[in-house]
């Protein structure tokens, strides 16, 4: 068998909403756009969404619009992609990166209390694997360090403490104690990547818990003209008799979505609870073969939260980084691709450029050594599925 890490999963149905709106004449941000803003919002409970054209667009818009700027710092955990950390980076504050717990891929939330001084502004959790945080945890936190926080502008002085803003990328549909992801955070980000559970090709969403005193729709605008060159009128509303003038309100940025992967993105909406439902059963079999002997794996399902089920992370237990190798190309050769994630961001030359050391972070080295990722995805037949379970308790067992 050739079974590949994690092909997007399209059918006629998402063809057809592409092929609308090619047909339509209207191919950038319009009404598929605003549909699926909408179907978003439903979905994770808030009153508004803004899709954006990937997660990382919507994490550094979402920090703009805090007002958050040089000589501010921003915390997020050292295990995690790129995306989490850049943002920060882009919009000239400081970036704090945190350790793991010992025995979870989640930040150590000591660790991260100790951090929050009176420059923090915001925390990045990151859901990992499309498992939320401990929300409970980290609201506590920074209820308790609100004496430190200084507000600079109106939104972060209706929150009045440090903001949470999630990275969920990977968490599009996960609940947290029977609330979705989106409802949690203050503002969460979530990725629609081709390769996510949920997928336009490239996209993502931001969304928002309503704020005392402000307004959704103000939020909502900050979002279109931080999106779109801060150009006052979008290019549909410039489609209408008469309305061709508009005013530059600051010289901002371009990521919007079209109406073209939006349309992906409305039929995928139509199929996504099977889609996650699928995910579940998969893992559910993975666990059931995996931990009678001795792979650790990542937790989805509890009584305090449901999994996106985005990541099938395991982690064999004392092997070196040459023997985590040698498992990865065994599984290839027997023609299942593997992944690893993540390398923390302290061993990436970028972080290692602005003064971080992977020997400051030692249990996310510990947690990434034996760490390896295995196929989950919605193209998987209950063959293939076996096919991996049976190849990975092979080759698995010549090392534990």
């Not at 025995?103 to 009176?118: F, G, H, P, V």
């Not at 409305?266 to 996504?272: C, D, E, G, I, V």
């Not at 190798?325 to 993540?342: D, W």
Request: hydrophobic letters at 40%.
């Amino acid at each position: 068998m050739k079974i590949p890490f994690s092909p997007p999963d399209i059918t006629e149905k998402e063809i057809e909403q592409v092929s609308e709106a090619l047909r339509s004449g209207w191919i950038t941000t319009g009404p598929k756009t605003k549909e699926l803003e909408r179907e978003v919002a439903d979905l994770c409970g808030v009153n508004r969404a803004v899709c954006l054209n990937s997660q990382t667009a919507c994490a550094e818009m979402t920090l703009r619009l805090l007002g958050i700027k040089e000589g501010d710092e921003v915390i997020t955990c050292a295990y995690t992609y790129t995306a989490s950390a850049s943002v920060v980076c882009h919009v000239g504050a400081k970036l704090i990166l945190i350790d793991t717990q010992r025995d979870s891929l989640e930040m150590d939330y000591k660790q991260l209390e100790n951090a929050i001084t009176e420059k923090t502004k915001v925390i990045i959790p990151v859901d990992l694997g499309g498992v939320p945080c401990d929300y409970d945890r980290i609201f506590s936190i920074v209820e308790r360090k609100k004496d430190l926080f200084h507000p600079a502008n109106k939104i972060q002085e209706s929150i009045g403490r440090v903001i949470i803003m999630a990275d969920a990328a990977h968490a599009f549909g996960a609940t947290w104690k029977e609330k979705p992801v989106g409802s949690i955070a203050d503002f969460s980000n979530f990725s629609f990547h081709a390769v996510k559970n949920f997928t336009t090709a490239e996209g993502g969403a931001a969304v928002w818990k309503d704020i005392d005193g402000i307004d959704n729709e103000e939020i909502y605008h900050q979002y279109q003209l931080l999106s779109l060159h801060g150009q006052s009128k979008d290019a549909l509303a410039k489609t209408q008799l008469g309305a061709w003038e508009y005013d530059i309100i600051g010289p901002w940025f371009k990521c919007n979505m079209t109406d073209v992967v939006a349309g992906i993105g409305l039929a995928q909406m139509k199929r996504y609870k099977g889609l996650l439902e699928r995910r579940k059963e998969i893992i559910g079999k993975y666990d059931a073969a995996f931990k009678p002997i001795g792979i650790e794996v990542l937790n989805h399902y509890t009584e305090n939260h449901q999994s996106s089920g985005h990541l099938y992370i395991t982690r064999v237990p004392g092997i070196t980084l040459e023997q985590r190798h040698e498992i990865i190309v065994k599984m290839a050769e027997a023609g299942v691709a593997c992944n690893v994630h993540y390398k923390p961001l302290p061993m990436m030359t970028a972080y290692k450029n602005m003064g971080f050391d992977i020997k400051d972070y030692p249990n996310a080295y510990k947690r990434f050594e034996n760490e390896i990722t295995l196929p989950l995805h919605t193209k998987l037949t209950d063959e293939e599925v076996d096919y991996v379970i049976k190849q990975f308790s092979r080759i698995v067992k010549e090392y534990i």
